[in-house]
Nanobody, 124 residues
């Protein structure tokens, strides 16, 4: 069975930082693009960032540019969250794209093997 497991979420004050991890289980991550997504209560899922399989090219949601950074090694994809805002609150989860190029990263189209997520709460 193929799936991701996310970790690293928590409760922080505005301006705080977190590091999220997305670990692959049951498959080799090398050939997959991996995206981080989030969903706040009552809102639709949105793509936050994605990293391609081959060349490590990355994409970010406009509202997180300069604050969030995605990176990967052979088995884990990380999302570094800096200068967090209350609007960043939500369940953060990852998914994989076997084509490898993050084509549908903004809404998750073409992504699969979703993890259950890790909760990020930003409040004072």
């Amino acid at each position: 069975q193929l799936y991701f497991v996310e970790s690293g979420g928590g409760s922080v004050q505005p301006g705080g930082s977190l590091t999220l991890s997305c670990a692959a289980h049951g498959f080799n991550l090398d050939r997959f693009a991996v995206g981080w997504f989030r969903q706040a209560t009552g809102k639709r899922r949105e793509g936050v960032s994605c990293i391609s399989a081959s060349d490590g090219r990355t994409w970010q949601l406009d509202s997180v540019k300069g604050r969030f950074t995605i990176s990967r090694d052979s088995s884990i994809v990380y999302l570094y969250l800096d200068n967090l805002h209350p609007d960043d609150t939500g369940n953060y989860f990852c998914g994989g794209d076997s084509v490898g190029y993050c084509a549908g990263w903004k809404d998750g189209a073409g992504f699969a093997w979703w993890g259950r997520g890790t909760q990020v709460t930003v409040s004072s």
